[in-house]
C-alpha cells in the first residue's frame, strides 16, 4: 500500500440487519476535496455484493426499524456540516429530515413499536458554537464569545473541544416529523448511549455517577419515560458503564467495569445484568474484555453477542443471560478468529458483522454464510507474521510482523502502539500497510500494558512506565529480528501517544539500537501533563502514583540529554489529550543538547490525525514518515 491507496480504501462502519434487508455505511478519504466521502450500501444476504442505497456523499448509521418499513440515518451536507437525522421507506423513496440542530445529533435509536426514534445531541448555550444569544441577535464570531467560567476539572474533550457549556441532552421525535424533537434530560451533565425499555414507555441511558454534580469516574444507568418527567437511578454500576439494553422482564444488560476513584485505567470491561435489583457479572473479569467500540450487545433469545478483545483478536462470542462470571473458553466464537469484528447485528438467527484482516479494512460477513462484500479487494496489503518469545524475565511475549515484497534483507521500523491499554491486531492497520509497502520490515509488539491479554496484563505498568514494558517491547523486537531478511543495522523506532512515550524512552536508554526515532502525539513530561491534558486530573496519579518525584522518573523528558540520534517530534495543534507543550518541551530540550531534532506541526488536528484526521493532511504525514526513514534507513 502507498500513500496515494488510502483514497482507495473503503471503510464500512456499522451494520443494520431486518428480515432480508442488510445496510452498511461506507467511507473513503477523499484526498482532493480533503473530506470523506460515502453513504449507504444494501448488503444482499445471498451474497450478490453490495450495491449503493443512498447516494448523498455523507451517511451513516444507518438503522432499520423494527417493523422493517423504514431506516433512520443521519446525513450531513457539505465537508464538516452537522448530521441530522433522516428516514426513508426500506421500499424506497425519498429522504426526509427530522432535525436540524445547531451542533448536529447522535446515532438513531428506535422505538419498539417504530414509530418514535431517540437520540443525544449537544446543545449549545446561547451566544455559543454560532447561535445567537438572543432572538434576532447576530450570532458572536467565536472570538468574540463571552469567556468561559470553568469550576470543575472535566470540561473538555480532546477531537470535540469544550463541553461543560454544550451538554449532550435527550431526544425523541415522531417519525411524521411535524410536532419536532421532544428534549427529555435538562443538559446538567452529558447523557449518552439510549436505548428504548422493551415496553416503549421509557428509555435508559448512561450519565455520570449522581447525574454529574461533581467530577467523577463512575457512571451508572438511569430512565426516564418516554412522555417526560424526572431522570431515575435505575443501576448504580461498580464503575464505568456503556451501551444499556433492555429486556423483557424490565432489566438490562451493559457493558461495565469495576474500580475505585482515579483507579479506573487498564479495567476489562465485563458484560453485567441488572434484573430484580440483582447485578451479576456475566463474564470473568479476569480473561473477558468486552470492546464497546464495535457496538452494543445485542439480546438473541437466551443469549447475549458480544465483541471480546483476545490476543489481538476481536472475536464476535455468546454470552448465555444466565451465565456468572463465564471464562471466556465458555464463550463460543462466532466470528473474528484472527481478525477484528468492527461491528454487529443480528436479527432473529440472522447474525452480520463487519470483519477486518490483516490485509482488509473490512467486509461484511453473515455468521455461518461467508462473506457478503469486496470494499477491500482493491487495496494492495501484506499478511501478518505472528511473532511469540519470552521477555528476559520469562514473561511471554506476541506481537507481529508486516515483510514488505523481496528477499532483504529489509530495513526494519519498531512501531509502539497508544494507550497503553491498547493493542495491535490482526485487522488492518492502514500504517503498517504503507511503510511495508515502502520496503520495511514493520513489527508490532504488545508488551505488558495491553488490552487483550486478561487485566493484570494491562495493569501491570501500573506505577512502571518504562520497565516491563520495554523489556517486551525489545524482546519482541528480538524475537523478529532473528529472521536472516530482516537487517538488524538498520532500525527505527517509532510510536504514538504512549508509542511516542516510548520511543522518547527507547532513544534515551537504548539509543544503540536504532537509527533514529519518529515520536508522535506523545506525553513526554507527566509534570504539565497531569494539568494541561483533558484526562490529565486523573490519568498521571492513576498510571504514575501522586510522588511528583515518581512522575519526573517515568517522564522521558528527564532523559531528553541521553538522545543523540536523529528524532522527529511530530504533534497536532489543536492536541488536547497529549497537548502540544508535550511536544515543544521534548524538541527545545534536544534542539539545545545539539540534536539533529525536527518538529513537524499539523494545524487543526487533535489527538486522532493518524484514525480520522483530515485525508490531506493523513496523506501528507505518511509523506513526511517515509521521507524521514528514507533519510536514515535507506
Known amino acids: 500500500m502507498r500513500p496515494d491507496d488510502l483514497q482507495s480504501l473503503i ?40 450495491r449503493r442505497w443512498t447516494w448523498a456523499e ?112 435527550l431526544f425523541t421525535v415522531d417519525l411524521d416529523g ?31 455517577r449522581d447525574l454529574g454534580v461533581v467530577e467523577t469516574l463512575h457512571q451508572d444507568i438511569y430512565s426516564v419515560p418516554a412522555a417526560g418527567g424526572e431522570p431515575e437511578l435505575l443501576v448504580r454500576t461498580r464503575g464505568l458503564a456503556a451501551y444499556p439494553v433492555a429486556l423483557p422482564d424490565g432489566g438490562v444488560v451493559f457493558y461495565g467495569t469495576e474500580s475505585d476513584g482515579v483507579h479506573s485505567i487498564a479495567r476489562n470491561m465485563s458484560l453485567w445484568r441488572h434484573s430484580g435489583g440483582t447485578l451479576v457479572r456475566l463474564t470473568d473479569v479476569e480473561g473477558v474484555d468486552c470492546e464497546k467500540a464495535a457496538g452494543p450487545p445485542v439480546v438473541v433469545g437466551d443469549d447475549v453477542l458480544v465483541a471480546v478483545r483476545h490476543r489481538g483478536a476481536v472475536e464476535l462470542r455468546r454470552v448465555p443471560l444466565d451465565g456468572v462470571e463465564l471464562p471466556l473458553s465458555a464463550l463460543e466464537v462466532l466470528a473474528g478468529e484472527q481478525a477484528e469484528v468492527r461491528a454487529f447485528a443480528a436479527d432473529g438467527d440472522t447474525v452480520v458483522a463487519v470483519v477486518s484482516r490483516a490485509d482488509n479494512p473490512g467486509e461484511v460477513v453473515r455468521v455461518g454464510g461467508g462473506v457478503l462484500t469486496s470494499f477491500g479487494s482493491a487495496v494492495p496489503a501484506r499478511p501478518l507474521v505472528e511473532l ?32 497503553p491499554f491498547m493493542y495491535h491486531g490482526w485487522g488492518f492497520f492502514d500504517e503498517a500497510q504503507v511503510y511495508a509497502g515502502a520496503g520495511y520490515a514493520v513489527v508490532l509488539p504488545n508488551p505488558r500494558g495491553s488490552a487483550g491479554y486478561g487485566q493484570a496484563h494491562g495493569q501491570a505498568v501500573i506505577g512502571g512506565f518504562g520497565t516491563v514494558d520495554v523489556d517486551d517491547v525489545l524482546s519482541v523486537l528480538d524475537v523478529a529480528l532473528e529472521r536472516p531478511d530482516l537487517d538488524a543495522d538498520r532500525v527505527g523506532v517509532m510510536g504514538g501517544s504512549y508509542g511516542g512515550f516510548m520511543t522518547s524512552w527507547l532513544a534515551a536508554h537504548h539509543g544503540e539500537r536504532f537509527r533514529a ?93 493518524t484514525r480520522s484526521g483530515k485525508p490531506r493532511h493523513r496523506k501528507q504525514r505518511f509523506d513526511a514518515v517515509l521521507e524521514w526513514w528514507d533519510r536514515h534507513l535507506a
Open 517 to 609: 526515532a519518529w515520536s508522535e502525539r506523545a506525553v513526554n513530561a507527566w509534570d504539565s501533563f497531569s494539568g494541561s491534558s483533558d484526562i490529565g486530573w486523573f490519568f498521571t496519579e492513576a498510571y504514575c502514583g501522586p510522588d511528583p518525584e515518581a512522575h519526573k522518573a517515568m517522564s522521558p523528558l528527564t532523559y531528553a540529554e541521553k538522545v543523540s540520534m536523529p528524532f522527529m517530534v511530530a504533534h497536532s495543534e489543536h492536541d488536547w489529550r497529549c497537548p502540544l507543550e508535550q511536544a515543544q518541551r521534548m524538541f527545545v530540550a534536544l534542539r539545545r543538547n545539539g540534536v539533529e531534532a525536527e518538529l513537524l506541526l499539523f494545524p487543526g488536528e487533535g489527538h486522532e490525525l
Open 388 to 419: 511469540t518469545g519470552s521477555a528476559s524475565d520469562g514473561y511471554p511475549v506476541h506481537g507481529w510482523l508486516v515483510l514488505p515484497e523481496g528477499e532483504g534483507p529489509h530495513p526494519v521500523l519498531l512501531v509502539v502502539h497508544g494507550g
Open 58 to 169: 455523507r451517511d451513516l448509521a444507518p438503522r432499520i426499524s423494527p417493523d422493517g418499513r423504514w431506516v433512520a440515518f443521519l446525513r450531513a451536507g457539505a465537508p464538516g456540516e452537522a448530521p441530522q437525522l433522516h428516514v426513508m421507506p426500506t421500499a424506497g423513496g425519498d429522504a426526509r429530515r427530522l432535525t436540524d440542530l445547531p451542533l448536529g445529533v447522535g446515532t438513531p435509536v428506535w422505538s419498539p413499536d417504530s414509530r418514535r426514534v431517540a437520540f443525544t445531541a449537544r446543545v449549545p448555550e446561547p451566544g455559543r458554537y454560532g447561535t445567537a444569544a438572543a432572538e434576532g441577535e447576530d450570532p458572536p464570531t467565536p472570538d468574540a464569545e463571552a469567556p468561559r467560567h470553568i469550576q470543575r476539572l472535566d470540561y473538555r474533550l480532546d477531537d470535540l473541544g469544550f463541553t461543560a457549556d454544550r451538554h449532550a441532552r
Open 11 to 50: 471503510l464500512p462502519g456499522s451494520v443494520s440487519v431486518r428480515g432480508e434487508l442488510v445496510l452498511v455505511n461506507a467511507a473513503t478519504p477523499d484526498v482532493a476535496a480533503n473530506a470523506y466521502r460515502g453513504g449507504l450500501y444494501a448488503v444482499p444476504l445471498d451474497g450478490g455484493g453490495a
Open 178 to 208: 411535524d410536532a419536532g424533537p421532544v428534549q427529555l434530560t435538562d443538559g446538567a451533565c452529558d447523557v449518552v448511549e439510549p436505548e428504548w425499555t422493551a415496553d416503549g414507555t421509557a428509555l435508559v441511558f448512561v450519565a455520570d
